[in-house]
């Protein structure tokens, strides 16, 4: 049970990175369409800079639950890997706990503004678009990372030899 719970995570935490990648392909087109209309056709698009800025905010959260599924945040691991393996297992629970608790403080910082933005009808400056549209998928993002973060402390493998075998071998 824990096991389909935890890949349905990482299927939603690689859905967001899709969502992440056509943000960004949006914006890069949006952007050079940008620049040749103010340069070749001296029309500058007044929409461009502001909607892509805003595209920045959800695009910035996107990757966090892909990150954490294929363990690819950076790690300084020179002192850790000398210490014994329980006190491995201890840093390593350490920091997934850490993770949760950072998750959480701001997965519900971001449902909280998902919440405010929408009942008040907050908009952007120039386009008018709701910042509920922003703050929907950031908040998605961090509420699928401290789930994920939570199902990787809950199925956590102590390290063993076996593994210390592996890597030096590597």
């Known amino acids: 049970m824990r096991q389909a719970y935890t890949q349905t995570l990482e ?3 690689l859905i967001l990175l899709y969502c992440g990648g056509l943000i960004v392909l949006i914006q890069a087109t949006w952007i050079s369409y940008g620049v040749f209309m103010r340069y070749v056709l001296n029309d500058p698009d007044g929409m461009v800079t502001e909607a892509t800025a805003l595209m920045l905010v ?3 959260f996107f990757g966090l639950a892909y990150a954490l599924s294929k363990d690819a945040y950076p790690k300084v691991t020179l002192i850790r890997d000398l210490m014994s393996l329980k006190v491995q297992g201890i840093l ?3 920091n997934l706990i850490t993770m949760i608790m950072i998750g959480v403080f701001f997965s519900v910082a971001a449902c909280k503004a998902t919440y ?4 008040s009808g907050a908009a952007s400056e120039i386009l008018l678009w709701p910042r509920f549209y922003f703050w929907l ?4 993002s961090l509420i699928i990372f401290t789930l994920l973060a939570m199902m990787r402390f809950i199925n956590y493998q102590p390290p063993s030899g076996q593994d210390l075998a592996d890597r030096e071998d590597a």
């Open 11 to 13: 299927r939603i935490a």
């Open 58 to 60: 959800p695009v910035a």
């Open 92 to 94: 390593d629970r350490t």
């Open 116 to 119: 405010k933005s929408y009942y």
């Open 137 to 140: 998928p950031v908040a998605i």
